[in-house]
């Protein structure tokens, strides 16, 4: 469920607002660059929400797995191998396993970007991160961190078996090392206990960076609404005036305050 803070409504609202008042607007010197900041804000929020419940999908999933693996480990308590339908199952969880570790890392990618991006764009913001208390607000170094601890995980996990995750790029490279690993009970036993130990740190990572995401979106979407604060005012007045017949001056919008 999204947990959308009300700063994040305000600014996709304020963002509908601008558009309106754009279009029916010709006076208001500054509604395009109100419209265009205003709406790249509400896209990136609207986006990045989108992708957290992608997240949390994707953590769901990982639990699952991970809670298989588990079961195959009693399994091999019990009985020397995993039979082939078994071994298949593990196999695709475990490719479906990495499909979640490249998602997760595409997240963050695309996340450090957009906040890369939101800097550029708002100068101020990087000086509001600075005066935000909050313990986490270096964003881009987050999601690095985030990269580099999957990275390291998978492959101290994947060590023990003679492999790396530059083997396991493609799911046929994947499935055909499991394949190799399915004749011996040695062998599922250390593939299937790497698998749980990088799904269960998946598992945290993925709701790291599920909290790391809302904190962004949400600290931005605030960062907007105080920034927005002068020039929305600017633009219900210029509003009003062109409603009641009144020709704002050309120039009024020079002292609004600059982004």
Same mark, same amino acid.
């Given at each position: 469920?999204?947990?959308?803070?009300?700063?994040?409504?305000?600014?996709?609202?304020?963002?509908?607002?601008?558009?309106?008042? #754009?279009?029916?607007?010709?006076?208001?010197?500054?509604?395009?660059?109100?419209?265009?900041?205003?709406?790249?804000?509400? @896209?990136? *929020?609207?986006?990045?929400?989108?992708?957290?419940?992608? *997240?949390?999908?994707?953590?769901?999933?990982?639990?699952? =797995?991970?809670?298989?693996?588990?079961?195959?480990?009693?399994?091999?308590?019990?009985?020397?191998?995993?039979?082939p339908?078994?071994?298949?199952?593990?196999?695709?969880? *475990?490719?479906?396993? +990495?499909?979640?570790?490249?998602?997760?890392?595409?997240?963050?990618?695309?996340?450090?970007?957009?906040? &890369?991006?939101?800097?550029?764009?708002?100068?101020?913001?990087?000086?509001?991160?600075?005066?935000?208390?909050?313990?986490?607000t @270096?964003?881009?170094?987050? =999601?690095?961190?985030?990269?580099?601890?999957?990275?390291?995980?998978?492959?101290?996990?994947?060590?023990?078996?003679?492999?790396?995750?530059?083997?396991?790029? #493609?799911?046929?490279?994947?499935? &055909?090392?499991?394949?190799?690993?399915?004749? #011996?009970?040695?062998?599922?036993?250390?593939?299937?206990?790497?698998?749980?130990?990088?799904?269960?740190?998946?598992?945290?990572?993925? +709701?790291?960076? &599920? &909290?790391?995401?809302?904190?962004?979106?949400?600290?931005?979407g605030?960062?907007?609404?105080?920034?927005?604060? +002068?020039?929305?005012?600017?633009?219900?007045?210029?509003?009003?005036?062109?409603?009641?017949?009144?020709?704002?001056?050309?120039?009024?919008?020079?002292?609004?305050?600059?982004?």
């Amino acid at each position: 469920m999204r947990q959308v803070s009300i700063h994040l409504l305000l600014l996709m609202a304020l963002s509908q607002q601008a558009q309106t008042a #754009s279009a029916g607007n010709v006076y208001t010197g500054f509604s395009s660059e109100v419209t265009q900041m205003a709406q790249f804000a509400a @896209d990136g *929020v609207a986006y990045a929400l989108d992708y957290v419940e992608q *997240v949390a999908q994707y953590k769901q999933l990982v639990d699952t =797995y991970n809670n298989q693996f588990k079961s195959y480990q009693l399994m091999l308590q019990n009985i020397e191998k995993l039979s082939p339908r078994q071994w298949n199952e593990f196999t695709q969880n *475990v490719i479906n396993l +990495k499909h979640a570790l490249e998602f997760g890392e595409g997240m963050s990618y695309t996340m450090a970007n957009y906040d &890369q991006e939101f800097s550029k764009l708002f100068k101020g913001y990087e000086h509001y991160l600075t005066q935000a208390k909050n313990d986490n607000t @270096d964003f881009i170094g987050t =999601y690095g961190t985030l990269n580099k601890s999957t990275k390291d995980m998978a492959n101290a996990a994947l060590k023990s078996l003679g492999l790396q995750a530059s083997d396991m790029q #493609s799911d046929e490279a994947t499935m &055909q090392y499991l394949q190799g690993l399915s004749t #011996s009970a040695s062998g599922q036993k250390s593939a299937i206990q790497a698998a749980s130990q990088i799904a269960l740190h998946q598992t945290h990572t993925l +709701k790291k960076l &599920q &909290q790391t995401m809302m904190t962004q979106v949400n600290l931005q979407g605030q960062y907007m609404l105080e920034s927005s604060e +002068k020039k929305a005012f600017q633009e219900a007045i210029s509003r009003t005036k062109a409603t009641k017949g009144i020709k704002p001056i050309i120039g009024d919008e020079s002292r609004v305050t600059k982004w």
